[in-house]
């Protein structure tokens, strides 16, 4: 079960998560492994009401409580989501539940707006691991966020660097350096990150807003198309074909 999470098979995990949950009533990973595919896929308080029936049966299940704060982040509830990594902190047993939290806090400082406190945490994760991209990039984004546009571009640099495909490095890559004025390293980098992976909304948003910028409407029209086919729900690529009519 926990190898279909890993490797994101939803579909095979959520049928064996059930039929375990049902033969193991009070067994609570299949229920918390449910709880994190519904977080995954955006269905949040579903995720947490699954979240919490696994908390009911294991009230000192220190991953449960992780993944209750990582459910919270994504109805941004940041406060509650410090108490739940809080709890988890109290029964962490393992250094990869150890930096999950962590991780987990520093993006709830961040949603917080406390990115000083956001930038130490994910400093002190690095310092023990310099090769973990994921928190590099968290780190860049609280960097940018509180006004450091130029440290937040060195370090994504850092992070393409060591994983040129990973789209999300690159995707922040550009954020930051539209906030430095570099729109044509910009479009090169959104470039990449849509090369890396065709199906992120927000990279092709951003796109059509670089493209836009240049008089490139046609190439600005097709990205915020792009965007809002992948999500219907994105009023910002909405509000920009509705003001290119």
Sequence with gaps: LIALFDAEEDDPAVVLANDMSTQYPLQPHPVLILGAIL??????????????????????????????GIALIGRTDYRQALESFAEAQKHCSTNKIDLQIKRGIGRAYSGLYRQPEAIEIYKEILSSDPADAVSRVALAVALRRNGDGQQSVIELSKVVAQQPDMALGYLELAESQVTLGEAE???????????CSIDDPHAHLLLGRLLSDRGESAGAEQA???SLELDPDNTQAQFFLEAMD
């Design 39 to 68: 977080t995954r896929q955006g269905q949040t308080e579903e995720a947490i009401r699954h979240i919490e029936r696994a908390l009911k049966i294991a009230p000192n299940f220190a991953e449960a409580w992780v993944h209750h």
């Design 185 to 195: 390293k910009a479009l090169a980098s959104i470039r990449k990150s849509i090369a």
């Design 224 to 226: 915020f198309k792009k």
